[in-house]
């Protein structure tokens, strides 16, 4: 069954500070797709990456760096230099080639202060 | 105009009344969603559309009742809820239904059951 980890519930930064939330995940399946999305205050998910499990290159989008690692079944998403608009709920999330849903992880709160 | 938008923004209810939750998407979405989201728990898949057409009902008490009467609008039609069932509800859409496509949230509705 697909699970998605993110062990992180809160995390707390000072603006400018660079922040890493982890994600780990399960599945049976060799094909599967991993999503990052940002839930901003108000209240709509938006969404920031989709990967492929045989694409384990790290991308990088501004500030924003994804680490793909299928040895540790992780899939970690850095904010370099964060800033106050960047206070959010992130969630990670699984789907698998042949699976009917999309599984969301936990949800961490990310809280930058300035 | 916003690609996803959800009406009421609040809802407050009593446990005999009868409402019903609006999403309309201008996106021209074949898939539509509506997902639950309850404090401290991970976002609950409730139903999917596919060309209006109900394609998953993940065990969805039938006091929530799904109605699509075509691919850009969905309804969620409550009765009789429960104070459990106060939550975030949140509809999405996407291009088609396979599961690595990417959602687009509208802001949700905030129902609180009395």
């Known amino acids: 069954a697909q699970k998605v980890t993110q062990a992180q519930t809160e995390i707390s930064v000072v603006e400018k500070e660079d922040v890493t939330l982890d994600c780990v995940y399960e599945t049976r399946d060799t094909t599967y797709y991993l999503f990052w999305y940002k839930q901003p205050p108000s209240g709509e998910l938006v969404f920031l990456i989709r990967r492929n499990s045989f694409d384990e290159q790290n991308e990088i989008s501004g500030r924003y760096s994804w680490n793909f690692q299928k040895s540790t079944s992780s899939f970690n998403f850095t904010i370099t230099a964060s800033q106050v608009v960047d206070s959010a709920v992130y969630f990670c999330a699984l789907s698998e080639e042949y699976g009917n849903k999309l599984v969301f992880g936990a949800g961490t709160i990310l809280r930058v202060k300035s | 105009e916003t690609g996803v938008t959800q009406t009421p923004r609040h809802l407050v209810m009593g446990m005999t009344n009868k409402k019903s939750l609006k999403c309309e998407q201008h996106?021209?979405?074949?898939?539509m969603y509506w997902y639950k989201q309850s404090a401290k728990k991970p976002l609950e898949l409730m139903f999917v559309y596919n060309f209006k057409e109900q394609t998953e009902n993940n065990s969805v008490p039938s006091r929530f009742s799904p109605e699509c009467p075509n691919s850009s609008h969905l309804f969620l039609h409550l009765h009789t809820l429960q104070p459990e069932d106060s939550a975030l509800y949140l509809c999405?859409?996407?291009?088609?239904?396979?599961?690595?496509?990417?959602?687009?949230f509208g802001s949700g509705t905030q129902l609180s059951v009395l």
């Open positions: 999405a859409s996407s291009q088609g239904p396979a599961t690595n496509e990417k959602l687009f």
């Open positions: 996106l021209g979405h074949n898939a």
